[in-house]
């Protein structure tokens, strides 16, 4: 009996001894004891201990953190390789959908943006001139990043009120029109009008119809031949043919179609007034301030001129319309400027004539 129990005892000792045997030979025991001591132990086929996670006691499987490092731009500074994220781009570059640019002109980079320059706005990825921007009669000096315009300046002949670029032309100046101005408005060169003349500081009416005005209360009619010389002696006649103008006429003022108009040699008159609508020939000289022209009424066409046989001076010659020619036989002193309504006109030693 003693016997058969030794017997035993040495059979369950050999099984257990085989069993322990196998035990520490498969990658079980060996994946449990890297496990224990932290290592990463190589099981072979690819697997280690670290990449592993059991499924059963007798299986297991890789983890996700098998996946491949992954890489960043070239131009990237600082990149998370587990997932290929590039969180700072290199000196010179900018950051824009995980891809590392480089700076356009007129910008500087931190690595992650870019900001223009001065004077410069972000389009896209890259920075155009503020001067781009546009702006109406002027131009644009500087913006913020959104290419809003916040500093301009006006062309010239153009000046800056609020956001805008006015005309020059649109500055108020007593009978006459500004031609220029600074940019804060203030008018530094304007041209009288037709019926005004510059006095060295200003523009100032000229006494063109008045009182040789043709339609004042001691003008009888304006119909048929008619001639008078009232009180002050403003001479006015309305009808065609010859007409003489008296000598002591102050001023004078003529109507109608066509004439021969005799005035006295070396005459003086403060205005005189030439309205026909065709031929006019003018016979002695005279000497005038304003000489005015009008030639207008009961346009039919035809040739308009007017010829003076005799020296004239004048001061100023003003056309009421932009029609008619003055021809000036004896001469034209006096260096006279010429206007003309809408328009232009200029004035040599011989002839008077409107350009446009």
């Not at 990237?76 to 781009?89: E, P, S």
């Not at 972000?122 to 781009?132: D, G, M, R, Y």
Request: hydrophobic share 30%.
């Amino acid at each position: 009996m003693k016997t058969f129990f030794v017997f035993l005892l040495l059979s369950c000792s050999l099984a257990f001894n085989a069993q322990a045997e196998q035990f520490l030979s498969n990658d079980s025991f060996q994946l449990a004891k890297a496990f224990k001591l932290g290592r990463d132990t190589d099981l072979g086929g690819g697997f280690s201990a670290s990449r592993l996670t059991v499924k059963s006691k007798n299986s297991y499987q890789t983890s996700s953190s098998s996946s491949a490092r992954q890489t960043c731009d070239s131009n990237c500074k600082q990149c998370d390789a587990r997932i290929g994220q590039c969180h700072l781009c290199k000196t010179g570059f900018f950051l824009n959908n995980n891809r590392c640019i480089a700076c356009p002109e007129n910008s500087s980079c931190s690595g992650r943006k870019f900001t223009c320059d001065a004077g410069f706005f972000k389009q896209n990825l890259s920075c155009l001139s503020c001067n781009t921007l546009s702006v109406e009669n002027g131009f644009c000096d500087d913006c913020n990043d959104k290419g809003e315009c916040t500093l301009s300046g006006c062309y010239a002949g153009y000046y800056k009120a609020d956001k805008s670029c006015l005309s020059c032309s649109s500055i108020k100046v007593e009978n006459g029109t500004c031609k220029n101005c600074d940019n804060e408005g203030i008018c530094t060169d304007f041209s009288c009008d037709y019926q005004s003349t510059f006095n060295g500081t200003s523009c100032v009416k000229d006494v063109i119809w008045s009182p040789c005005n043709p339609y004042n209360n001691e003008w009888g009619g304006i119909n048929g031949r008619y001639g008078w010389t009232n009180s002050t002696g403003a001479h006015s006649w309305n009808y065609d043919g010859e007409h003489t103008i008296p000598s002591d006429a102050w001023c004078w003022d003529g109507y109608g179609m066509t004439a021969t108009i005799n005035v006295p040699d070396g005459a003086n008159y403060p205005a005189i007034a030439i309205r026909f609508w065709s031929r006019v020939t003018v016979n002695g000289s005279f000497s005038t301030k304003y000489l005015n022209i009008d030639m207008s009424s009961h346009n039919t066409g035809g040739t308009k001129i007017i010829t003076f046989n005799d020296p004239v001076t004048a001061e100023k010659i003003i056309f009421a319309s932009k029609l008619g020619t003055l021809v000036f036989n004896g001469g034209l002193n006096g260096n006279p400027s010429c206007a003309v309504k809408d328009g232009w006109c200029h004035c040599t030693a011989t002839k008077c004539v409107i350009d446009g």
